[in-house]
């Protein structure tokens, strides 16, 4: 649970911004980085890669358990 951004805020935030990714991260609070270090660092691997393969990012939505 995510007292300063909720899954609601975050997903309006995504409806905003072009060309972004969204996933969620059960168990993990604000610091998911520290909570869960390992996911995270997939997370942006598959971010990184997926860019790179694509030349471009689509709004997509991850869940991560």
Known sequence: YDPYVTLENAKNLMDKLED??????????????????????????????????????SKKHCSVA
Do not use: W
Not at 27 to 53: C, F, S
């Open 20 to 57: 972004c990714r969204f996933s969620t991260v059960k168990n993990a609070d604000h610091l998911v980085h520290l909570q869960h270090p390992q996911k995270t660092a997939e997370l942006m691997l598959k971010l990184t890669r997926d860019y790179i393969g694509n030349k471009h990012m």
